[in-house]
C-alpha cells in the first residue's frame, strides 16, 4: 500500500507587514499633540538662526572643538558638563516613564513628531483613510501618479528642510545657507545633508510604526521603569464587556459599553488593538482616547471607557485623586530625587565656573639655562583659554619661588572664547632655589576683573 508523503509545513518566522493608514481624529490629546509638533519645530527649526554675541546661539562646532550654547561656550575639557546632560536627560525620560508610561513616545519624540507631520501632508493630498486605502488597491493611472507623485515630493522637501536644520547645529546656518544658494557646499556638508534627509523621510514617511515596534530600544526596556501605578492608556474591560453593536434597547441588556465599532483601532498610528490591554507597541499617543469618547458622546454614554489610568485603579476602581495620591511613590521619588541631585551639582557648577582655562607645557628642550646677570630661566608654552563672551586682557604671573619673574610681555589679550599659546620665559636668582625641580604656579588673571583668574601649578628646573 502506498504511503503519501507528509506534506510540507511552511512555517514563517516574520509577519508580513501590513499596511496601517491611521484615520484622522479630533479631541483634546490631538490638540496636545499638535501643540508639541508646533513647539518642538519652532525650536529645532528657529534655534539654530538665533545670535548671541554675535555668534549663533546653539552651535556644536566640531572643527574648532566648542561647544557654544547661548552664551555658553564649552571646550573639551568640559565634556564633563555634556555627560551630566546626558545623566539628567536620561533621569528625566525615567521620571516621566514612571509616571506616565510613555507620554514622551506619543507627544515628542522625533519619529512621532515627524509621522505626525507626514501623516498630515498625505491626508491633505491623498485624502481621508478611505480614499488612501481606495488609492493603495487601484492600478495605476494619472490620478495615482499625481497624487503620490506630490506627497513624496512635499515629503522629500520637508525632509531636506529638516536634514539642513541638522547640520546647522554643527556648521554655521548662515554659512551653510550661503553655500548652499552659490551650490557650494562641502562633501561632507552635502554627506550630512543628505543622510538626515534620508533618514527623516524613511523613517517617517515608510517605516513609521516599525521604527517603534522593532527598531527603538525604549520599547524594549520601558517595562523596567513601569508598575502597576504607572499611568498608561488603559480599556476598561469591567464597564466595556462583554461588547458588541447596540441595536435596540432591548439588544442593549446585558451588554458593556463598547459597541465594538474599533475605532479605537482605526485611528492607532502602532495598528494595536487597546482592548486586548498593555502591549509594548502601544506609545500613549491617546488617539483612541479621543476616538473612544468621540462614540461615547453619540451613544449617550460617559467618556472615559479608553482613558489614562493605572493597572491598580481599573482593577480596585480608585478615584482620579486617589490615583494622583499615588504618583509620589519610592520608585518615582527615587528617580526624581537623581533628577535634581545631578541638575542641581551641574547648574551650581556652570554658575561658579570660572570662565577662563590654563594649560601649562614646559620647554623640555631646554632643562634650563644660565642667562645674564645670572640669573636662571625655564621657558614654558601657556595655553590660556577664555572660555566666557567677554574679551579680557590678561597678566600673567609666576608664584612659588621669592623674586621670581616673567621676562618680557607678561599681558595676553584674548577675544571670547578664543584660546591662545603664550610662549612665557620665567627667570629667578639661584640662590633663592634649590638645584633641581622647584614648585612654581602661574597666575593668570583680568586686568578689568580679578575674579576671573586661574593658577595652574608647574616644574622650574635648576641646572647643577
Known amino acids: 500500500m502506498n504511503v503519501p508523503a507528509p506534506r510540507e509545513t511552511v512555517i514563517k518566522m516574520y509577519e508580513s507587514r501590513a499596511d496601517i493608514h491611521p484615520r484622522e481624529v479630533k479631541g483634546r490629546f490631538a490638540s496636545l499633540r499638535w501643540v508639541f509638533v508646533w513647539l518642538t519645530q519652532i525650536l529645532f527649526y528657529g534655534v539654530p538662526w538665533l545670535m548671541v554675541n554675535g555668534r549663533q546661539a546653539v552651535l556644536f562646532d566640531l572643527e574648532t572643538r566648542k561647544f557654544h550654547l547661548f552664551g555658553l561656550t564649552l571646550w573639551p575639557q568640559d565634556f564633563i558638563y555634556l555627560a551630566a546632560l546626558l545623566i539628567i536627560c536620561a533621569y528625566g525620560l525615567f521620571l516621566v516613564t514612571a509616571v506616565a508610561g510613555r507620554i514622551w513616545c506619543g507627544y515628542a519624540c522625533p519619529q512621532t513628531v515627524y509621522t505626525e507631520i507626514f501623516l498630515w501632508i498625505e491626508r491633505r493630498l491623498e485624502g481621508n483613510r478611505s480614499a488612501r486605502i481606495r488609492l493603495d488597491r487601484q492600478g495605476w493611472n494619472a490620478e495615482k501618479i499625481a497624487k503620490r507623485g506630490s506627497k513624496h ?40 545633508v543628505l543622510f538626515y534627509a534620508c533618514a527623516t523621510y524613511e523613517n517617517a514617511g515608510w517605516l513609521r510604526e516599525q521604527v517603534c515596534k522593532y527598531m527603538c530600544p525604549y520599547a524594549r526596556f520601558q517595562s523596567a521603569m513601569f508598575d502597576r501605578d504607572t499611568l498608561i492608556v488603559s480599556y476598561d474591560s469591567l464597564r466595556g464587556e462583554p461588547r458588541g453593536a447596540v441595536k435596540s434597547a432591548a439588544n442593549a441588556t446585558g451588554k458593556g459599553d463598547c459597541i465594538d465599532c474599533s475605532m479605537c483601532v482605526q485611528v492607532c498610528p502602532t495598528g494595536i488593538d487597546i482592548r486586548q490591554g498593555l502591549q509594548y507597541e502601544c506609545i500613549g499617543c491617546a488617539a483612541c482616547i479621543d476616538a473612544c469618547d468621540s462614540v461615547m458622546d453619540k451613544v449617550d454614554k460617559p467618556r472615559g471607557l479608553v482613558r489614562y489610568s493605572t493597572q491598580t485603579a481599573l482593577e480596585e476602581r480608585w478615584s482620579g485623586a486617589r490615583i494622583r495620591q499615588r504618583i509620589l511613590r519610592p520608585r518615582v521619588i527615587g528617580y526624581g530625587a537623581f533628577f535634581l541631585l545631578i541638575a542641581g ?17 614646559r620647554d623640555r628642550g631646554a632643562m634650563g639655562r644660565e642667562v645674564e646677570d645670572g640669573q636662571i630661566e625655564n621657558v614654558y608654552r601657556l595655553q590660556v583659554m577664555n572660555t566666557g563672551e567677554t574679551p579680557h586682557v590678561f597678566r600673567i604671573a609666576v608664584e612659588g619661588i621669592p623674586g621670581a619673574v616673567v621676562a618680557g610681555a607678561d599681558t595676553v589679550e584674548l577675544r571670547g572664547a578664543s584660546a591662545r599659546a603664550v610662549p612665557v620665559r620665567v627667570r629667578i636668582d639661584p640662590s633663592r632655589a634649590k638645584t633641581g625641580s622647584n614648585h612654581i604656579a602661574f597666575r593668570v588673571t583680568a586686568t578689568d576683573d580679578e575674579r576671573v583668574g586661574v593658577t595652574e601649578k608647574a616644574v622650574f628646573i635648576v641646572p647643577k
Open 153 to 192: 515630493l512635499v515629503w522629500g522637501l520637508v525632509a531636506l528642510w529638516t536634514g539642513f536644520t541638522f547640520v546647522g547645529y554643527f556648521t554655521p546656518i548662515r554659512v551653510l545657507g550661503d553655500e548652499a544658494l552659490r551650490f557650494a557646499l562641502g562633501p561632507w556638508e552635502t554627506f550630512w
Open 345 to 361: 551639582a551641574m547648574t551650581a557648577s556652570l554658575a561658579l565656573r570660572t570662565p577662563l582655562k590654563l594649560d601649562v607645557i
